[in-house]
């Protein structure tokens, strides 16, 4: 089962959580667009990608009930995506604010 990551042993203090559900054309899409996103921020972010079709347990420990979704460990608060991260310009700015 997969926990909420410690940040104090994330270099940057960022931890972002990739729900997806198998190989899905969504979740192809929120892969890829985290990847950009990652790139835009101004810090390296530690990325973890959870399918659930293989890990439920780690789903429910987290409270997706909806894939794919994002969860974004920040400066001690989390953020909640959902979706595929298309609008990867307005995640960036979230995450930064």
Avoid: C, W
């Amino acid at each position: 089962m997969m926990r909420a990551p410690d940040l104090a042993k994330v270099p940057s203090g960022i931890a972002l959580e990739l729900y997806v559900a198998g190989d899905s054309l969504n979740s192809r899409r929120a892969a890829t667009n985290l990847a950009e996103i990652v790139r835009r921020l101004d810090s390296q972010a530690t990325v973890t990608v959870v399918d659930v079709l293989k890990d439920k347990g780690a789903a429910f420990a987290r409270r997706i009930f909806v894939t794919p979704s994002l969860i974004a460990s920040i400066k001690g608060r989390e953020h909640l995506i959902i979706g595929d991260l298309s609008d990867v310009d307005a995640v960036v700015q979230s995450l930064k604010d």
